[in-house]
């Protein structure tokens, strides 16, 4: 049923991908300066994972490629999903400035902390074969 490279694996990887690019390109048009951290996760990750997609299909690329564009992508996602998540506390909060000022500077650090800890965690898994 769910063979990897039939057509619902093509569908089910591509659909969700170009309907949230048309959200983000419809938000683009229509709502640009209300939603802007929103929008740029939107286009950035689905064409991002369109990337993806066509590097996993086009036979001309390794698997080495394939991990280091998975990698990059996901990267840069994380990064838009904590500015994301900063801008719908800035905008639920912005009527308690002391209150806002405190969610922003918890969410940077929470931030951070969380990239140490997944970098150090890469650091020392160990290795395949050991």
Do not use: C
């Amino acid at each position: 049923m769910f063979e990897p490279h039939s057509i619902l694996w093509h569908t089910l990887w591509v659909g969700p991908n170009l309907l949230l690019l048309s959200l983000g390109i419809f938000l683009f048009v229509k709502h640009r300066r209300s939603y802007p951290a929103f929008i740029a996760f939107a286009i950035v990750s689905s064409i991002g994972q369109l990337i993806l997609y066509s590097v996993d299909v086009i036979p001309s690329f390794s698997g080495e490629t394939f991990w280091t564009v998975n990698w990059f992508t996901l990267s840069i996602e994380s990064i838009l999903k904590f500015v994301v998540i900063a801008e719908i506390f800035s905008r639920l909060l912005e009527h308690y400035s002391s209150i806002a000022k405190l969610g922003r500077i918890l969410i940077r650090g929470v931030g951070v902390l969380i990239t140490l800890a997944a970098a150090l965690a890469a650091a020392y898994t160990p290795k395949d074969g050991n």
